[in-house]
């Protein structure tokens, strides 16, 4: 059993368990002492987001970090997969994002990287929990052996440079309108920094964080804001990243938006016709659209289906030899480019893709029609909602209803107290149907 990791790292109230400075110092000396390697001096990069919690929670870290012997390279607010790039090319043993990704400002969440860039696996986890309640105390570093922290000056910068190298060299984005919605989040300077180096007329929303406002009414779960921005400017396109940018939604030029299925079906195409997909499909999660399944057949590509949550998206097709693989919420995993999802680097394979064909977006982004889909949340106080029997029955019955025609995913949220519930066909008074009474069923046995 986990009982602090989730599907995303470790996430929850910031100064509420397990989100305290306490368990962050832990979790850092037990990760740092996975980590150390006694053949040099080691080292830990730490990134974080726009969140008022981030400063207490980043200095327990370099707290617990230093404590055993590892020198930390603090990064400031920076995206996730910056995170994971400076990992790399820093020559880190291990990288640490702060961030809640899409939650409101008052959760808060650890991610760890290892020294490939890459999410750390189950079984590492398991075994950093297990470290975590042990006596730590006789493994500390003694006093000439205690590690040290500094800033890094120009972390932004290298991602910048790094993100622009995803556009073809030959293409600019001269002419281009964009709007960007950083979500108030850890991609306030870095994105549209980007877009106009690259050169196009950039109007940015979403980049004052407070502390407070990171992914409020604003961002890739909130795209009301980036709509009406997009009508108002008449720009040609609208970016929604997430609060720590490993996520995009695209918004077209009349303001529709277009979900990570469709992104994903631009990319596999693209690439595809190109040739530059070294496996003959894109993994996604169960989550995705049965259209976008549809759309991949009929070209020849296959649609391999992983758990909810990017990182087991990677270790497929990290394990299955794929380049392209996402999620219907905006995260994007394209591994020419990255370890990890990547907002900016997305919506850039999009613009290349919009250059390329000459057309508006709203063409370009419209790969195919996605068969009706609902997903409801139920909120439960505590138990297992999922094994009681009177449910089981709700769920085998919605299957049957449904058929060889649709598909029925009822799943624990990762990070919250959720039940979801989700089904699709091309029904939709059936879809509504089958997902309202399992919802009723569920509610009644979490009450």
């Known amino acids: 059993m986990r009982k602090y990791f989730g599907t995303d790292g470790i996430r929850g109230k910031a100064n509420t368990h397990p989100m305290t400075a306490e368990v962050a110092l832990k979790v850092a000396m037990a990760a740092g002492l996975m980590f150390r390697n006694g053949g040099h001096r080691s080292r830990v990069v730490i990134g974080k987001d726009t969140r008022l919690s981030g400063y207490m929670l980043e200095n327990a870290m370099v707290a617990g970090f230093t404590s055993v012997g590892l020198d930390v390279f603090l990064l400031g607010p920076l995206p996730t997969p910056a995170v994971a790039m400076l990992t790399r090319s820093l020559r880190a043993d291990l990288g640490v994002m702060i961030s809640a990704s899409h939650n409101p400002f008052a959760d808060n969440g650890i991610k760890f990287f ?158 595809h016709a190109a040739g530059r997909l070294s496996a003959p499909g894109i993994v996604a999660t169960i989550m995705s659209n049965l259209g976008l399944e549809r759309f991949l057949a009929g070209r020849g590509l296959s649609l391999a289906r992983t758990k909810v949550g990017d990182r087991y998206v990677v270790e497929h097709m990290r394990s299955h030899g794929f380049n392209v693989g996402g999620e219907q919420s905006g995260h994007l995993v394209l591994s020419d480019y990255a370890t990890t999802g990547d907002g900016l680097i997305a919506a850039l394979q999009i613009l290349a893709c919009v250059r390329e064909e000459n057309r508006p977006v709203s063409e370009v982004c419209a790969k195919f029609t996605p068969v009706p889909q609902v997903l409801k949340n139920v909120r439960y106080r505590g138990g297992a909602p999922l094994e009681n029997e009177t449910v089981k029955t709700a769920i085998d019955a919605g299957r049957d209803r449904l058929g060889a025609s649709g598909r029925l995913v009822i799943r624990p949220s990762g990070t919250e107290p959720l039940i979801r519930v989700m089904a699709e066909g091309d029904d939709a008074t059936l879809v509504n149907e089958v997902v309202d009474d399992i919802v009723d069923v569920v509610a009644r046995s979490a009450a």
């Open 114 to 271: 290892g020294p490939d860039g890459f999410k750390l696996s189950d079984e590492i986890e398991l075994e950093i929990e297990s470290l975590l309640e042990s006596d730590l105390a006789p493994r500390l570093a003694a006093a000439p052996e205690l590690g040290r922290a500094k800033r890094i000056d120009g972390a932004q910068q290298r991602y910048i440079e790094f993100a622009k190298r995803a556009l073809p060299r030959e293409m600019s984005l001269d002419g281009m309108r964009i709007v960007v919605d950083c979500a108030n989040g850890a991609a306030y300077k870095v994105a549209p920094e980007a877009l106009w180096e690259l050169g196009a007329e950039v109007i940015s929303i979403g980049v004052t964080p407070d502390g407070y406002n990171i992914n409020k009414d604003c961002g890739s779960t909130s795209t009301d804001a980036l709509s009406r921005k997009v009508h108002e400017v008449r720009a040609d396109i609208g970016i929604a990243l997430d609060g720590d940018a490993d996520r995009v939604i695209i918004v077209d030029e009349r303001g529709q938006v277009v979900d990570g299925d469709q992104l994903m079906a631009v990319v596999a195409e693209s690439w």
